[in-house]
C-alpha cells in the first residue's frame, strides 16, 4: 500500500506491507536448538511440514512453492529461498539443520509512556510546555554479557494506550523521547553503527532510528516522536561495511537460546504459466509453546 499526498505520485507520504491470504495450505512447525555447538546457545531453528490442500495445480513442488520465514514480523532477517528436504504430493518437510536458523536475541526492553503526568519507572524526566512535551528515557546498558532472564514482552510490537484518555486511538497525546545507549567503558564501538529498533521504528534500519555518539556522555542517542502507549525496543549494531547490512544483537542485547520469540511461516504458491506468488498459507509458532 502507498499513500501519496493530494493523489500526487511525487509525493509519497507512507508505504504499508499488506498480506492478502487465499487459504489452502499450513504448516505445523516446532522450534528447536540447533545441533551445531557453535550456535547452540544463541540460536534458534524452525522444522516444519507444509500440507497444501487439494485443488491447487500442484506439478512440480520444488518450483511451484515457496516460503518465507520471519521471526517477530521482521522483514529484515527474513528466511527465504531453502528448498525441502522431502516431497511427497502435496506434503514438502522443511527440516536440514542449516535452514531456517535465527540469532535468538532477547526479551525486548520496554517503556511505558501511557501517561505523561505519572511518569513510570523507565522514565528519567519530563519537561511540558505550551507547544511540546519531551520525555527522557533513563540511559540502557549493554546487556550482551548478562544472564539471561525471562519476561513477558510484545516481540517488539507497541500497544498505543494513555491512561487519562477514553479513545486513546484519537484522544492519545504525542512526545518527543529521547533515548540512549551506554556502550561498555562508555567509548565508541569501533567499526559499527547503532540503531533503535523495534516497531517503533517500523524496524527501520536507516537515518531516522541511526543513534549517534555524544562524546561529553559517552553514550549514544536518538529522539523520536512517539504517541502515548507502551513500546517495546531494543538496539542493533550494523557493520557499514556490509552489503546486507545485517542487524545484529551480539554487542548490545545479545542471543539466548531461551528467549521467546514468534515466528511466522508465509506459503506461496505459483501457479503453471502464471506471473505471479499467490499467498496460500499463514502459520504462527511460538518459541516456548511450540518446542
Do not use: C
Not at 493523489?7 to 492478502?20: A, C, E, H, I, P
Not at 569501533?190 to 527501520?204: A, E, M, T
Not at 502507549?229 to 542487524?247: F, L
Not at 498459507?281 to 511450540?290: A, R, Y
Request: charged share 25%; net charge neutral.
Amino acid at each position: 500500500l502507498k499513500v501519496f499526498r493530494d493523489g500526487d505520485t511525487s509525493k509519497l507520504l507512507f508505504t504499508k506491507r499488506m498480506l492478502v491470504i487465499r487459504d489452502m495450505a499450513s504448516a505445523p512447525a516446532t522450534v528447536l536448538q540447533p545441533f551445531n555447538g557453535q550456535i547452540f546457545r544463541t540460536h534458534q531453528k524452525l522444522q516444519f511440514k507444509v500440507q497444501i490442500a487439494d485443488g491447487l495445480n500442484l506439478m512440480n513442488a520444488q518450483q511451484q512453492v515457496k516460503v518465507v520465514i520471519l521471526q517477530n514480523n521482521r522483514w529484515d532477517n527474513a528466511v527465504q529461498n531453502i528448498k525441502p528436504t522431502f516431497v511427497s504430493r502435496n506434503t514438502l518437510e522443511y527440516n536440514l539443520e542449516t535452514d531456517a536458523v535465527f540469532p535468538s536475541g532477547k526479551e525486548w526492553r520496554w517503556i511505558d509512556l501511557r501517561s505523561f503526568r505519572l511518569q513510570s519507572d523507565r522514565v528519567e524526566t519530563a519537561r511540558y510546555s505550551t507547544v511540546a512535551t519531551d520525555i527522557t528515557v533513563k540511559p540502557d546498558a549493554d546487556r550482551s554479557q548478562q544472564r539471561f532472564n525471562f519476561f513477558r514482552d510484545m516481540d517488539g510490537m507497541y500497544r498505543i494506550e494513555a491512561s487519562e484518555s477514553i479513545n486513546p486511538l484519537f484522544q492519545a497525546d504525542y512526545a518527543t523521547v529521547h533515548f540512549s545507549f551506554v556502550p561498555p567503558g562508555g567509548t565508541i564501538i569501533p567499526n559499527k553503527d547503532i540503531y533503535l529498533f523495534g516497531k517503533l521504528s517500523d524496524y527501520n534500519l536507516n537515518d531516522s532510528a541511526k543513534m549517534k555518539y555524544n562524546v561529553e556522555k559517552g553514550a549514544y542517542e536518538r529522539s523520536l516522536f512517539l504517541k502515548q502507549g507502551y513500546y517495546d525496543y531494543s538496539y542493533v549494531t550494523i557493520d557499514p561495511m556490509d552489503p546486507k547490512r545485517s542487524a545484529s544483537f551480539d554487542l548490545t542485547e545479545g542471543n539466548y537460546w531461551e528467549t521467546e520469540n514468534e515466528y511466522t511461516i508465509l506459503i506461496y504458491y505459483r501457479g503453471l504459466a502464471e506471473r505471479y506468488d499467490e499467498l496460500i498459507g499463514i502459520t504462527k509458532v511460538n518459541s516456548l509453546t511450540g518446542r
